[in-house]
């Protein structure tokens, strides 16, 4: 059993579609109950994940506020491995991807005078990964409450462990934020937030292969033969996210615009630019269209295959230190665009479906076109407010 981790890109991770739930700022908290159904196919069958989200809210009373999420992601299909193409071919081997994840998310919300504490808890597990994160935000409103403070920190404690493993490894990371979020007028508003990230232990995908040119031997090289593929036991991130949201009266319709900034130790650095509109029909239908366009330079470490043999010490081609084949640390693109609908049937239930297409693609012109995927993704959700 062979599984890519990463295949559960933003779009699609269980707990970023938890987030959809969470993520919007309300002016108050609202009694509801949320269901979701998500489907992500990658084209000729490759990956297959289902998803399925439960999102519940209660108001206590004026100070206290209850959350709480539940995510279960089944995924099936076959991964690229890291390794070359066959003599002749463009296909880059695939192995079998089959895990089930359960995952969950506690939210305390403390609204104390201006400050509002929430403290959460998340548990996730698979049958190689365990993850238990705790966090904690501030939102802190001033200036006639037109202006928001957000403070958090949060860290994770994930445990690796492959069948093929004796033993566990482990894997610690830590997030801190402060963001700003300012209503300019009544149909205008901007977010700024800045995060600073700290992981460290197992960083390698212990799933992903690496090809040297000259195992077993240069003169008759292999090209099925692959080694673990090694990372740095450490990695640093910084992340700027700016966004804007402005209504248009004449059109009954609100504009949303974001940009992001993304830089790791891995020498990383990453772009991504989102547009979506938000168009009102009548007194029940909100039609959404969204694109966002993201773009990213490669790992220092990142090579499709070197020369060298790693198991003869003798071997005159230096073998690096670090070195990985997965295509997601190469030099790369994607395209995301989509339309979502959502429908207020009464005061209570609302009603909402999604289609999203997922384009990603190499611009390094060494790793082979047929590693990056191309997914429909297709959502369907009803909230039910009490």
């Known amino acids: 059993m062979n599984k890519d981790r990463g295949s559960r890109s933003p779009l699609i991770a269980g707990i970023a579609l938890l987030a959809q739930f969470v993520s919007s700022p309300r002016a108050r908290a609202e009694d509801q109950v949320a269901y979701k159904d998500e489907y992500y196919q990658e084209d000729g069958n490759r990956i297959n994940i289902a998803t ?194 402005h209504f248009f009266d004449a059109l009954n319709g609100s504009l949303e615009g974001s940009y992001r900034f993304y830089h790791d130790s891995y020498g990383i650095n990453a772009q991504t630019v989102g547009v979506a509109w938000f168009q009102k029909i009548g007194k029940h239908l909100i039609i959404s269209p969204l694109f966002r366009y993201y773009y990213q330079t490669a790992a220092s470490f990142y090579a499709t295959q070197l020369p060298g043999d790693p198991s003869d010490p003798a071997n005159s081609a230096p073998i690096p230190n670090y070195y990985s084949a997965d295509y997601r640390l190469s030099e790369m693109e994607t395209f995301t665009y989509g339309l979502k609908l959502v429908y207020q049937i009464n005061d209570h239930i609302r009603l909402d479906a999604a289609f999203t297409r997922y384009d990603m693609r190499g611009l390094d012109g060494k790793t082979w076109s047929s590693a990056y995927p191309k997914a429909n993704v297709l959502t369907l959700g009803a909230t039910w407010s009490f």
């Not at 049958?127 to 403070?149: H, M, P, Q, R, W």
């Not at 799933?207 to 000259?214: C, L, T, V």
């Open 52 to 245: 399925h989200s439960a999102y519940f809210e209660k108001a206590i009373n004026s100070v206290l506020t209850l959350q709480a999420g539940y995510v279960y992601d089944g995924i099936s299909g076959a991964s690229p491995t890291g390794g070359i193409p066959l003599p002749g071919s463009n296909k880059v081997p695939l192995a079998k991807v089959d895990d089930v994840r359960n995952a969950g998310n506690v939210i305390v919300g403390l609204h104390l005078g201006n400050h509002t504490l929430s403290p959460q808890f998340s548990y996730s597990t698979e049958n190689d990964y365990t993850s238990v994160g705790l966090a904690l935000n501030d939102a802190i409103t001033f200036n006639e409450k037109n202006t928001t403070l957000n403070l958090g920190i949060s860290h994770d404690f994930d445990t690796i462990q492959p069948e093929f493993w004796k033993n566990s490894k482990s894997k610690d990371s830590t997030d801190a934020l402060i963001g700003l979020t300012q209503l300019l007028d009544p149909r205008t508003y901007i977010t700024v937030n800045a995060t600073f990230g700290y992981s460290d232990g197992f960083l390698a995908d212990p799933y992903k292969r690496f090809h040297f040119e000259d195992y077993p031997d240069p003169l008759n090289p292999d090209p099925t033969a692959t080694f673990s593929e090694k990372r740095p036991g450490y990695k640093s991130k910084e992340i700027l996210y700016l966004s804007a949201n």
